[in-house]
């Protein structure tokens, strides 16, 4: 198997971790964290190193690529210019559980995580660093631009368009035909009828706009967090937010 390492030792590369073992395709070789001690242990895998150290990682365990276990959107794509800049020609794979589900002619870009329960149903687009997160359905023709991600228990009927940056939390229910911009975030629970544009804050049962929303703003923070939404930069991200 090629050798492959996770980028986020927290609880969601844990996670990612567990779909990478099961899936069986990749020998994990470690993780890489900009926060954890390096030679610490997680699940059993050695910390070695952070994203600086790619290169010597690379060359020392033979690597073929990696995938960034980050739960946040903006996030996510801060590590990701940050590793791509260092390893321009770096590989991002996907992981897919084996209790996902994958329906007929639909299209998977990289570095996207399918875990367990994960439906992707016919004729669907999943662009690039995407989160299907457990138990999670994206309906027939739906499209999940970069970037975007469904919680766990989200059910979207067919032909959701759901765009960069943007997050569905946990259990919200989106009926047909629905489009969502960029940047936008779906609070917990709610019930999506009508289609929302960029940068706004929605929950609700219908779900209804309750403010808008800075890119880059925090939505899995706690709140002494909160205080850091508009950071721009990954310097940033990584003087003040753990990953």
């Known amino acids: ?18 779909c990478l073992e099961k899936e069986g395709k990749y ?4 993780f890489v964290d900009s926060f954890k001690e390096k030679g610490s242990s997680v699940n059993g895998y050695q910390v070695l190193g952070t994203e600086i150290d790619l290169p010597y990682l690379i060359d020392r365990f033979n690597v073929v690529g990696g995938i960034v276990a980050i739960g946040d959107n903006w996030t996510r794509k801060l590590i990701v210019d940050k590793i791509s800049k260092i390893v321009p020609d770096f590989s991002f794979i996907n992981t897919i559980h084996p209790k ?8 998977l870009g990289c570095g996207n995580v399918f875990m367990p329960g994960a439906i992707i149903n016919a004729n669907s687009i999943v662009h690039d660093f995407c989160i299907i ?6 309906g027939h023709d739906g499209i999940m631009d970069s970037y975007s991600s469904l919680a ?22 989106i009926i047909n035909g629905i489009e969502i911009g960029q940047h936008t975030v779906i609070g917990a629970g709610s019930l999506v009828v009508d289609h929302f544009g960029d940068n706004v804050i929605a929950y609700g049962s219908p779900a209804r706009i309750v403010r808008a929303r800075s890119a880059g703003e925090p939505y899995l923070s706690t709140p002494k967090k909160q205080q850091f939404y508009k950071m ?3 310097d940033d991200v990584q003087s003040n937010l753990s990953i």
């Open 1 to 18: 198997m090629q050798n492959v390492i996770i980028f986020g030792a927290s609880g969601h590369g844990s996670v990612v971790l567990d």
């Open 27 to 30: 020998n994990v070789i470690g």
């Open 100 to 107: 996902a589900i994958l329906g007929k002619d639909i299209l």
């Open 133 to 138: 997160n457990t138990n999670s359905s994206l």
């Open 152 to 173: 766990p228990s989200v059910c979207t009927g067919g032909s959701l368009k759901l765009g960069r940056f943007s997050a569905i939390s946990l259990g919200v229910n």
């Open 232 to 234: 721009e930069s990954f």
